[in-house]
């Protein structure tokens, strides 16, 4: 029989990170198995804190093939979340940078701690 779990624990609220990377930027792998690497992110997850980044943390998935879904079975290497704390934004000059931010007009940009130069586009 499955444990009750205490009403304080039921409905906890998933607290999601302020995230500095966002989709489309590149971005350089500073820990881990591909360290030194560099890729486009794909997905930010910021409930979990990990981003999707193209080519970067492969893993090899077993899969049943399944006729009626079209899916051919076997071993296909697809790319594994990698924690935010494990990459840092490249600038355009290749440079890997912490983000900051600052107010220009009416909203906010990011901005490289190396060379200040502006991460979004326009």
Known sequence: MARRIPPRHQNKPKVRLKVKIKKEDTVKIIAGRDRG??????????VKGKVLIEGMGLVKRH????PQKQIKGGIAERESPIAISNVMVMTAGGVATRVGYR????HTVR????????????
Request: glycine share 14%.
């Open 63 to 66: 899969t049943r093939p399944n």
């Open 103 to 106: 107010v220009e007009g009416n």
């Open 37 to 46: 690497k560099t890729g486009r992110v794909l997905q930010v997850d910021a």
């Open 111 to 122: 901005v490289a701690k190396k060379g200040g130069e502006t991460l979004d586009k326009k």
